[in-house]
T-cell receptor
Framework: KNQVEQSPQSLIILEGKNCTLQ??????????LRWYKQDTGRGPVSLTI???SENTKSNGRYTATLDADTKQSSLHITASQLSDSASYIC????????????WGAGTKLIIKP | TAGITQAPTSQILAAGRSMTLRCTQD?????MYWYRQDLGLGLRLIHY???????GKGEVPDGYSVSRANTDDFPLTLASAVPSQTSVYFC?????????????FGPGTRLTVL
């Protein structure tokens, strides 16, 4: 069954600390994985996309990694800021569809001052 | 540019009533989507449109209908609302439906069906 699972479900850290969010997928064949950030009351916004051949990619303080062998991706946030408080969602294309994505339930991250 | 706009922002609707959620994009994207987001679940696709004049069913289409008369607008209609349709609805668009295309989202409509 094609699934995307994220952990932890929620996370609270102090401002300035680092954190790592996890995404495990069982989709096969795999083509790419995208991380979205969703602020409370807003729509998701793309942070980065990881293709099959990429292992790591940075976008400012966000670094995504991909291990296609273990079917895992992580999103590492460095020196967290209050504005990083949001839900982070991992998304993978459904292999038996030309248009449908499989969305993870997200990790709700709260940064405390 | 505005990107994607949705209206209304929120709505309380009596069961059995009909309602249309509006979505407009100004990016000239070919593809548009409607999702619903429920607590603890990932976004679920209701309907999509590859291009103006065409629509398709997503994962949870029952009770919803869409139309795509032009590139910019993609309204979602609930013909006879039921409480299980209480959710946050997001409209999104992308350049095309190729699965590595980034989807751009509107701010959402929070719908409560009583």
């Amino acid at each position: 069954k094609n699934q995307v699972e994220q952990s932890p479900q929620s996370l609270i850290i102090l401002e300035g600390k680092n954190c790592t969010l996890q995404c495990n997928y069982t989709v096969s064949p795999f083509s790419n994985l995208r991380w979205y950030k969703q602020d409370t009351g807003r729509g998701p916004v793309s942070l980065t996309i990881m293709t099959f051949s990429e292992n790591t990619k940075s976008n400012g303080r966000y670094t995504a990694t991909l291990d296609a062998d273990t079917k895992q991706s992580s999103l590492h946030i460095t020196a967290s800021q209050l504005s990083d408080s949001a839900s982070y969602i991992c998304v993978v294309p459904r292999p038996d569809s030309n248009y449908q994505l499989i969305w993870g339930a997200g990790t709700k991250l709260i940064i405390k001052p | 540019t505005a990107g994607i706009t949705q209206a209304p922002t929120s709505q309380i609707l009596a069961a059995g009533r009909s309602m249309t959620l509006r979505c407009t994009q100004d990016m000239r994207h070919n593809a548009m989507y409607w999702y619903r987001q429920d607590l603890g679940l990932g976004l679920r696709l209701i309907h999509y449109s590859n291009t103006a004049g065409t629509t398709g069913k997503g994962e949870v289409p029952d009770g919803y209908s869409v139309s795509r008369a032009n590139t910019d607008d993609f309204p979602l209609t609930l013909a006879s609302a039921v409480p299980s349709q209480t959710s946050v609805y997001f409209c999104a668009s992308s350049v095309g439906t190729r699965l590595f295309n980034e989807q751009f989202f509107g701010p959402g409509t929070r719908l409560t069906v009583l």
